[in-house]
């Protein structure tokens, strides 16, 4: 049986390897005070921490289904407590 760190491991490392890759090429190229500079800049700088869901099988890539237990408790509470309307 193959776990989630070892599917990440096969599959999203060479691409963030790759990406990585792209990221330091294109950056070299930018204007460090354009946009694309900026955002290339940031994400170089953190790689890091937004690369390392791929080494560990129990983080995930993206918080979605937190901001979605989030969001319907909050919108439970406003409509509990008729702040809604």
Known sequence: MTTCRQLRLEQSVPILALLSEWMQTE???ALPKSPIGKALAYSIKRWDKLSAYANEGKLFIDNNAIEVNT???????LEDNHLWQ
Do not use: F, I, S
């Not at 969001?71 to 509470?77: E, I, Q, S, T």
């Open 71 to 77: 969001r319907d408790r909050a919108c439970r509470y």
């Open 27 to 29: 950056y070299q190229q």
